[in-house]
């Protein structure tokens, strides 16, 4: 069923949530657009304008990694300012009462986090951008620490510790899924009877497959997103609604 508007959206998202168990949110873009971060896939995305930095040239070149790093700097400010979104607050929400274990996200602007939610229970398929790590040694460092080293020899900096490259904790193109987080979002979907795909056009393989592994295993699914996806037909409840209205209604109880 597509929402016809608003108010039904909201009254029958709140029966599926009402009777539900375990309900696992899996979200994209589109929860943090409000909050000031660009959809770098979208139409017009910073990704159509500037083609990413696969995972391979990053590894070859410093000047690739320099550019990489310019680039993350060029985006800070969007980051840096960012707070939780009305859809961020709701699953915290959720996640305080209990209902909500833990979420899985295609996003790496850590705002889960910054709603409320610990560390370890957010699942991030894609990484994080807020902190940097070590490819070799898995040695984290912050932002501040790659900035001033850049700006003090002209170029990316490597690990002091042991010489590996410094890239932000986020998966690149060509770079492989990180196998614990797909094996926790995998449990994790096996896991719900109710699942929200919030905020994602589920077309990025092979995180749209977890809304489909969770309908075969007999949970509801709701999909809350600006633009029709592919899974629409099979989902109990699809909302094109705007993300931030659709649920701040679920902030305040
Ligand atoms: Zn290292």
Same mark, same amino acid.
């Given at each position: 069923?597509?929402?016809?508007?608003?108010?039904?959206?909201?009254?029958?998202?709140?029966?599926?949530?009402?009777?539900?168990?375990?309900?696992?949110?899996?979200?994209?873009?589109?929860?943090?657009?409000?909050?000031?971060?660009?959809?770098?896939?979208?139409?017009?995305?910073?990704?159509?304008?500037?083609?990413?930095?696969?995972?391979?040239?990053?590894?070859?070149?410093?000047?690739?990694?320099?550019?990489?790093?310019?680039?993350?700097?060029?985006?800070?400010?969007?980051?840096?300012?960012?707070?939780?979104?009305?859809?961020?607050? /709701?699953?915290?929400? %959720?996640?305080?009462?209990?209902?909500? *274990? #833990?979420? !899985?996200?295609? $996003?790496? =602007?850590?705002?889960?986090?910054?709603?409320?939610?610990?560390?370890?229970?957010?699942?991030?398929?894609?990484?994080?951008?807020?902190?940097?790590?070590?490819?070799?040694?898995?040695?984290?460092?912050?932002?501040?620490?790659?900035?001033?080293?850049?700006?003090?020899?002209?170029?990316?900096?490597?690990?002091?510790?042991?010489?590996?490259?410094?890239?932000?904790?986020?998966?690149?193109?060509?770079?492989?899924?990180?196998?614990?987080?797909?094996?926790?979002?995998?449990?994790?979907?096996?896991?719900?009877?109710?699942?929200?795909?919030?905020?994602?056009?589920?077309?990025?393989?092979?995180? /749209?497959?977890?809304? %489909?592994?969770?309908?075969?295993?007999? *949970? #509801?699914? !709701?999909?809350? $997103?600006? =633009?029709?996806?592919?899974?629409?037909?099979?989902?109990?409840?699809?909302?094109?609604?705007?993300?931030?209205?659709?649920?701040?209604?679920?902030?305040?109880?």
């Amino acid at each position: 069923m597509i929402a016809p508007d608003l108010e039904t959206a909201v009254a029958r998202l709140r029966e599926l949530i009402e009777g539900s168990q375990v309900i696992l949110p899996f979200t994209g873009a589109g929860i943090s657009t409000e909050c000031g971060i660009p959809d770098f896939r979208s139409p017009g995305g910073l990704w159509t304008r500037n083609k990413p930095i696969p995972f391979d040239a990053f590894l070859a070149s410093q000047e690739m990694r320099d550019e990489s790093w310019r680039r993350r700097f060029a985006m800070e400010e969007s980051f840096a300012k960012a707070r939780p979104g009305r859809g961020h607050r /709701a699953l915290a929400i %959720l996640y305080r009462a209990g209902r909500v *274990a #833990g979420v !899985v996200t295609q $996003n790496i =602007d850590n705002l889960h986090q910054a709603s409320g939610i610990p560390a370890a229970d957010v699942v991030e398929l894609h990484g994080n951008t807020t902190f940097a790590t070590c490819l070799d040694c898995s040695a984290r460092y912050e932002l501040g620490w790659v900035k001033e080293r850049f700006a003090a020899q002209a170029r990316a900096p490597d690990c002091p510790g042991c010489g590996g490259h410094v890239k932000t904790a986020t998966v690149s193109f060509g770079q492989s899924m990180p196998a614990e987080a797909m094996r926790r979002a995998e449990a994790m979907t096996l896991a719900c009877d109710l699942f929200l795909a919030i905020g994602s056009s589920l077309v990025v393989w092979p995180a /749209a497959g977890f809304p %489909l592994m969770a309908k075969r295993n007999g *949970a #509801g699914l !709701v999909i809350i $997103n600006r =633009d029709a996806t592919e899974h629409d037909d099979i989902a109990d409840l699809v909302v094109h609604n705007d993300i931030g209205d659709v649920l701040a209604p679920f902030i305040s109880h």
